[in-house]
C-alpha cells in the first residue's frame, strides 16, 4: 500500500502527538541534515541572512522538507559553491500523523471492522507551521543575495500553502542589529563573535 498523499495531512486540527512511550512504532522522518554548506563559518563572514516565512497555519511533511532542502542546496552549490552558504532548516518534523487501514482485496468486507475501532497506527511525521514562522534561512555573502532568493524561490514549490522570501534586518543567524552597526560595536569591543553566534560584553545591553 502506498503512502497517503500529504493533503490529506494539510490543516492543523488535533493537538500536537509526538513520539513517546505511548506512541510506538513510528517511522523515522526523511529529513536528517538540517544543516548544509559552511556550517564553521565566522558571524562576520556571512553578514547577509534570508528566511522562507510560512502565511498560513499548517503541517508540512518530513517528505516536503526534505525536498525543499536538496532543491535549495543544489541550487546555492551550482551557483555559489559548496563553501560560501550556510542554509538552516528550522522546522522539526515531530507531530505523528496515523493512517486506519482499510482492506481492498476480494472479501475485504468479511475481515475488516470498517470503523470500529478506528484509531490508526503511525505512518509519518509532520512539522507544525504557525503563520509567520521561518521555514528555512540561509546566511551568506552580500554578492550572493539575487542566488540566495532565487533557491529559496525554487524551494517554496516543494511546500503546500503560501510562502515568502525576506531579507532579514540581523546579521547572519543572530538576534543583533544590522551588520554596518555590529560592526561598530565588534571593533568597540562591545561585541564578541563566537563562531555562528555572537556573545555580548556588559557594555552592550542597549543593543
Given amino acids: 500500500m502506498g503512502r497517503r498523499p500529504a493533503r490529506c495531512y494539510r490543516y492543523c486540527k488535533n493537538k500536537p502527538y509526538p513520539k513517546s512511550r505511548f506512541c510506538r512504532g513510528v517511522p523515522d522522518p526523511k529529513i536528517r541534515i538540517f544543516d548544509l554548506g ?6 562576520d563572514e556571512f553578514p547577509l541572512c ?11 511533511s518530513s517528505e516536503a522538507l526534505e525536498a525543499g532542502r536538496i532543491c535549495a542546496n ?3 552549490v551550482k551557483t555559489c ?10 522546522l522539526h518534523p515531530f507531530h505523528v500523523i496515523r493512517i486506519n487501514k482499510m482492506l481492498s482485496c476480494a472479501g ?5 471492522t470498517g470503523m470500529r475501532g478506528a484509531f490508526g497506527k503511525p505512518q509519518g511525521t509532520v512539522a507544525r507551521v504557525h503563520i509567520g514562522q521561518k521555514i528555512m534561512s540561509v546566511r551568506v555573502k552580500e554578492q550572493h543575495k539575487e542566488n540566495v532568493i532565487e533557491a529559496l524561490r525554487r524551494a ?6 503560501r510562502q515568502k522570501v525576506c531579507l532579514s534586518k540581523k ?4 538576534k543583533v542589529g544590522t551588520p554596518a552597526t555590529t560592526r561598530k560595536c565588534v571593533l568597540t569591543g562591545r561585541l564578541k563573535t563566537r563562531s555562528v553566534r555572537t556573545a555580548t560584553t556588559t557594555a ?3 543593543l
Fill in 38 to 43: 559552511r556550517k564553521k563559518a565566522r558571524v
Fill in 50 to 60: 534570508v528566511h522562507l516565512i510560512s502565511k498560513e497555519f499548517e503541517q508540512i
Fill in 74 to 76: 543544489k541550487y546555492l
Fill in 81 to 90: 559553491g559548496k563553501d560560501a552558504f550556510h542554509l538552516r532548516m528550522r
Fill in 108 to 112: 475485504a468486507d468479511r475481515l475488516q
Fill in 156 to 161: 517554496k514549490f516543494k511546500f503546500p500553502g
Fill in 171 to 174: 546579521w547572519g543567524f543572530t
Fill in 204 to 206: 552592550a545591553t542597549d
